[in-house]
């Protein structure tokens, strides 16, 4: 039931107790299955999850498989060796009208919100209440998204790195008697993290935390849209005018990329589900088992499928959320299939599909081709069909690599050599402007360090940043381990026996010794010094 407005102003509910110095988390309520949806005698959504889906992350993808009671997650890296399963028991159960047609959007994408940024912060949290003016307090508009260098931003804030992490919007909107705000849901595409409010009430947190005193963000990439039902909150709403209020951050001034992309959604399809009995094993880059863990408790939350398209939300817990993985897509598509088939080296699968019409260079969003994952893998002769069916050897996909770029992270040299003899370009960057020895230090990879050194690349080629080589064997260095600083160290003597010039500075005017000592790496920094 929605709350009609009353005649006196709107009165904002202090907070004196969070998770962020700023909010009461009394103020927020448990969510659970009975709140998230009422019991379907259908299980027609259900069926839907039934299957493998897949996602791709930072360059990792993730393998989910559901069935009726169980639920299997493979985790991969970027080349495609496993590096986790996860088992659990799952049981699922709908909501009533849930037909993803069904959904309406309070606020639509791209959007005019007002927004802070320019590293101001806002006093207090009027700013997140009706009671605010923005164009008084010289905030700005624009559309959603907010961010930077992810080529998909409306609002781009290109002086947001290295300069500040935070950015804040508010955007009123209507509600009327017939809204449903039991299916009230927030859709948004964010990176890193997020603090919510309605009408000047502190909702949740979303990979965001207050560590003695400290403002803590977690690392997060922007997948796409991620779905949080904002039900068990309603009571924050009144029928008429209503504000929405939302802190974005970043894990940290240097980021590669940020984004805020929100947009408040009511209906759509959303099964809900829960989690318990979970098994986990984690693997080494050889594939062998190197720890299994049995995980008590349950993890209640939902699925929603748009546009064949299936998104995790997790029910907020206390206030906050561990961040929820983005986008999944159904595994026996055929694009999915191809590229599935390649980091197998499954010529006849290859084969049939290519027959079948699917572009041999496709790419789903957070995936590189086919080509990159059947030469990473070592598949030549799955490489070698892949090319003869028109293939493109210097083919940009995530990150900006190319397959040359993705297999200068690995040891197969073989594939480096394959590809530099069919014409891949030697001197490829990606995004961040890096070369194939940036990303063999990257990856801890010294013998194909050597390897491309010995092909011609300079030593002395820089990044975008002006990092060399050399300041990327220190910046990937946990001083914490001795096992990263005995492989680090062999990197660096591989440059420095190949003539790299320790007094290149980055664009922040630091050697890679500087960064050395910055991170108390003493030694290493007094053996780099110019």
Not at 47 to 53: V, Y
Not at 322 to 332: E, R
Request: include cysteine; proline fraction near 3%; glycine fraction near 8%.
């Amino acid at each position: 039931m929605i709350k009609k407005r009353p005649s006196q102003s709107f009165s904002l509910i202090v907070p004196f107790i969070t998770i962020l110095g700023i909010a009461s988390l009394s103020s927020c309520k448990t969510v659970t299955q009975e709140q998230i949806g009422t019991k379907a005698s259908s299980d027609t959504k259900a069926n839907e999850l039934l299957g493998e889906w897949i996602q791709y992350r930072n360059g990792q993808f993730q393998i989910k498989t559901i069935s009726d009671v169980k639920e299997v997650n493979e985790f991969y890296n970027e080349f495609g060796n496993l590096r986790g399963r996860r088992t659990m028991d799952i049981a699922i159960e709908s909501s009533k009208n849930t037909s993803p047609d069904n959904k309406r959007a309070l606020i639509g994408p791209q959007a005019n919100w007002d927004y802070l940024a320019g590293g101001k912060k806002p006093e207090g949290l009027k700013w997140t209440s009706l009671n605010f003016d923005p164009k008084k307090n010289n905030w700005k508009t624009g559309k959603a998204g907010f961010g930077y260098a992810d080529d998909d931003d409306e609002t781009v804030l290109d002086d947001m790195i290295n300069k500040y992490t935070s950015v804040y919007i508010r955007k009123e909107f209507e509600i009327t008697k017939s809204t449903d705000l039991s299916r009230l849901a927030l859709a948004i595409n964010y990176d890193d993290g997020f603090v919510l409010y309605l009408n000047g009430r502190y909702v949740f947190s979303i990979n965001v935390a207050n560590e003695e005193g400290k403002l803590v963000v977690g690392n997060h990439e922007a997948n796409g849209v991620e779905y949080f039902i904002l039900a068990p909150f309603a009571d924050a709403l009144i029928e008429g005018k209503n504000v929405i209020a939302i802190e974005g951050h970043n894990a940290k001034l240097d980021s590669s990329d940020f984004t805020l992309d929100p947009q408040l959604i009511v209906g759509g399809g959303y099964t809900n589900f829960v989690k318990s009995n979970v098994n986990a094993k984690n693997y080494d880059l050889e594939g062998t088992l190197t720890e299994e863990n049995q995980i008590d408790g349950k993890q209640e939350g939902g699925y929603m499928i748009t546009d064949g398209i299936l998104r995790q939300s997790q029910a907020p817990k206390d206030g906050t959320v561990s961040a929820p993985s983005g986008a999944f897509y159904k595994a026996d598509e055929p694009g999915q299939q191809l590229l599935i088939a390649a980091r197998n080296g499954n010529t006849k699968k290859i084969t049939s599909l290519l027959k079948s019409g699917v572009s041999v260079d496709f790419t789903t969003p957070g995936s590189y081709t086919a080509l990159a994952y059947a030469a990473a893998r070592g598949h030549l002769k799955a490489a070698s069909l892949l090319l003869k069916n028109g293939a493109d050897i210097n083919k940009q996909a995530r990150w900006d690599k190319s397959p040359l770029l993705l297999v200068a992270g690995t040891k197969n040299l073989k594939a480096a050599q394959f590809l530099l003899d069919k014409g891949a370009d030697l001197n490829a960057v990606q995004f961040w402007k890096a070369t194939c020895l940036h990303e063999a230090v990257f990856w801890n990879q010294p013998e194909t360090l050597k390897y491309f050194i010995s092909k011609g690349l300079s030593p002395n080629t820089v990044a975008g940043n002006g990092a060399s080589p050399l300041h990327w064997t220190i910046w990937r260095i946990n001083k914490e381990k001795e096992e990263s600083i005995k492989q680090s160290a062999v990197l660096i003597n591989i440059l420095l026996d190949s003539g790299v010039d320790k007094s290149l500075k980055a664009q922040n005017g630091k050697t890679a010794a500087d960064l050395a000592k910055d991170k108390g790496l003493e030694k290493i920094a007094a053996l780099i010094k110019p």
